[in-house]
């Protein structure tokens, strides 16, 4: 069992832009990469997850905004409401834009929804192989004055262009924060589940309530160590305060080590294998308010 902290960066994306800007193509070029589709997966009517990039440092999820992807549509004060709130509830916003069309009045629309969000917003110029540098300039130019956008980026998610940079800033841009998502696997796992509310049973049980129930436990990996009776499980407990950690780690991880040995039989009974855990403790603060994200995927506040 091992305590302390991984730095690790995660967080919600939102790719936004009129119709056939290119949204799809990008994501489909981030797939080529370790993505793992999510369609599949249970959806609110909101967001829906639609591809994690998981990377050594960070994991991107890219979740996809309804109703502001047709700004052209009359949308109803409900759905602009929606919208907006789906914007503040992500880390970063993908604003992409068409560099052959130019600017247009759906642009108009979103960009005056970005003004009341703080969320710091990407102006991603895509189909940069179908126009001459000098029109590029033209418009950046253009644009940079609409908004304070944090970057701007020219790519051509088809041909591939300049995409690996935009992962780059993606991630610089991202808080630190816990894998919600599994990198090896994305089988919606039920497992896993039962898991992680063993653990955070244990964690709950051991530290009397003095660490409310906010705490989260997400599993970063469960895999079977080839050739042996032995599962390999590694989970990190989220808490949203050091003090909290403080508790739940315990005194020279006296505390963390009971609640792993724990949970350890428990998981050893649920699965009749021999299980090694790993737990880690992680302070993400404010976590609870992307909770609207993981409670469909099985986790719970
Ligand atoms: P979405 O509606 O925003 O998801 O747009 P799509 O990803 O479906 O793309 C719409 C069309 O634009 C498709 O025919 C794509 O092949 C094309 N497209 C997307 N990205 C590029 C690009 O970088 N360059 C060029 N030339 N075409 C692109
Ligand atoms: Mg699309
Ligand atoms: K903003």
């Given at each position: ?5 991984r730095e ?144 701007i980026i ?36 039920p497992e ?110």
């Open positions: 069992m091992a305590g302390g902290e690790f960066k995660s967080g919600f994306i939102s790719i936004i832009g009129r119709p056939n800007v290119g949204k799809s193509t990008f994501l489909n070029r981030v797939i080529g990469q370790k993505i793992a589709i999510m369609s599949d997966k249970p959806q609110t009517t909101r967001n829906k997850v639609q591809g994690v990039l998981t990377t050594d440092d960070a994991q991107m999820v890219f979740i996809d905004t309804p109703g502001i992807h047709k700004p052209k549509h009359k949308l109803g004060d409900f759905m602009i409401k929606l919208a907006i709130n789906t914007f503040r509830e992500v880390d970063l916003i993908l604003f992409m834009i068409n560099a052959e069309e130019g600017y247009g009045r759906g642009d108009e629309f979103i960009i005056e929804q970005l003004k009341n969000v703080k969320t710091p917003v990407f102006l991603v110029i895509n189909k940069i192989d179908q126009i001459h540098p000098d029109q590029l300039i033209v418009l950046i130019e253009q644009y940079k004055d609409m908004y304070p956008f944090k970057e020219p790519i051509s998610a088809l041909e591939g262009n300049n995409v690996e940079r935009l992962i780059q800033q993606i991630q610089e841009c991202l808080p630190e924060g816990p894998q919600y998502y599994p990198s090896d696997q994305v089988t919606d796992h896993r589940f039962i898991v992680s509310e063993l653990i955070r049973e244990k964690a709950l049980h051991l530290t009397r309530e003095e660490v409310p129930h906010s705490i989260a436990v997400v599993i970063d990996q469960m895999k079977q160590e080839e050739n042996k009776d032995l599962i390999h499980v590694m989970a990190t407990i989220v808490v949203e305060r050091d003090s909290q950690k403080g508790i739940v780690i315990g005194k020279q991880g006296k505390m963390l080590k009971e609640i792993g040995q724990r949970a350890r039989r428990d998981i050893e009974n649920l699965l009749g294998s021999k299980v090694f855990l790993e737990l880690w403790v992680k302070v993400q603060k404010d976590w609870r308010n992307k909770s609207t994200y993981l409670r469909d995927f099985g986790f719970r506040d």
